[in-house]
């Protein structure tokens, strides 16, 4: 299997959609930690980019990865890469990795990912509409046993431990 060719066009539109997507979050995130109601808990703009470059240099890492190694998929090496980098036993890096990376939250991260994927969505409405409402309807189903199935196996292995 031939390795997907990586062109400066490819790379420049992955750095201005990580520009992209770091400005929505920091600005979601600074806005998420004002309303909060806890000033001790507020995050400015400049306090948030250190975990922010983090995890865009492990994207930008998993990424490369994805494009020389194009048997595993890219998800998987970004997982790996944040994984490695933030567990516990790394003595290394973890400490910086989760306190930087902590200062995210969880909502401003996801918010550029949904909005591509309404944006995605909305290009491909013929593709969509072409699913119909028996896709749409397995699609949600999925979704709920999903998040369902995961919030089971959370509170199974929360009680296992003591925790709750």
Same mark, same amino acid.
Not at 17 to 29: D, E, L, V
Not at 37 to 58: F, K, M, R, W
């Given at each position: 299997m @031939? +390795? @997907? #060719?990586? &062109?400066? /066009? @490819?790379? &420049?539109? =992955?750095v201005l959609? $990580?520009?992209?997507? %770091?400005?929505? +979050?920091?600005?979601?995130?600074c806005i998420n930690t004002v309303t909060d109601?806890?000033?001790? &808990? =507020?995050?400015?703009?400049? /306090?948030?980019?250190?975990?922010? *470059?983090? *995890?865009? #240099?492990?994207a930008f890492a998993g990424n490369l990865l994805g494009w020389l190694v194009p048997k595993i998929p890219a998800v998987l090496w970004i997982t790996i890469i944040g994984i490695l980098l933030g567990m516990p036993y790394? &003595? !290394? +890096? #973890?400490? $910086?990795?989760? /306190?930087?990376?902590?200062k995210l939250g969880l909502l401003p991260l996801v918010t550029p990912?949904?909005? =591509? %994927?309404?944006v995605s969505i909305g290009k491909d409405w013929v593709e969509f509409k072409r699913i119909g409402w028996r896709g749409i309807? !397995? #699609?949600?189903l999925v979704m709920t046993g999903t998040y369902l199935g995961s919030a089971l196996i959370a509170q199974a292995i929360l009680m296992a431990q003591g925790i709750i």
């Open positions: @031939k +390795t @997907k #060719a990586i &062109t400066l /066009e @490819k790379i &420049t539109q =992955y959609i $990580f520009i992209i997507s %770091a400005i929505m +979050t920091m600005i979601g995130n109601g806890n000033p001790d &808990t =507020y995050v400015s703009i400049l /306090e948030g980019i250190p975990g922010l *470059l983090i *995890l865009i #240099a492990i790394n &003595t !290394v +890096t #973890a400490p $910086f990795v989760s /306190e930087q990376v902590g990912i949904l909005a =591509y %994927a309404g309807l !397995v #699609a949600l």
